[in-house]
Nanobody
């Protein structure tokens, strides 16, 4: 069982930066792959980034070069550094944990545990 709590969301202007945190409970945190998803009003929840237990990473094309995902296993925390933010990045951001045996990471069904989300609003 893994419990996830996101923090760090807020309101900022386009071009700014924000770092989201995803704090996890559980002694086996470092076994899990951790992903970030986002959901804008009226849209489906979409994949943003994933960091695997091996620390390899993948990103959605829309955030490549602007967002960086990282993890600190000693703190049971995953971070999403977001730079050059755009109004279209406005969404609720969720972190999620994927069991170690999974091999796909871009769909909601690939994840087993979810946080409650944190709002990010980017004004133009």
């Amino acid at each position: 069982q893994v419990q996830l709590v996101e923090s760090g969301g807020g309101l900022l202007q386009a071009g700014g930066s924000l770092r989201l945190s995803c704090a996890a409970s559980g002694r086996t945190f470092n076994w899990y792959n951790i992903g970030w998803f986002r959901q804008a009003p009226g849209k489906e929840r979409e994949f943003v980034a994933v960091i695997r237990s091996t620390r390899s990473t993948d990103y959605a094309d829309s955030v490549k070069g602007r967002f960086t995902i990282s993890r600190d296993n000693a703190k049971n925390t995953v971070y999403l550094q977001m730079n050059s933010l755009k109004p279209e990045d406005t969404a609720i951001y969720y972190c999620a944990a994927s069991a170690p045996w999974r091999r796909s990471f871009v769909a909601r069904d690939d994840y087993d545990y979810w946080g409650q989300g944190t709002q990010v609003t980017v004004s133009s």
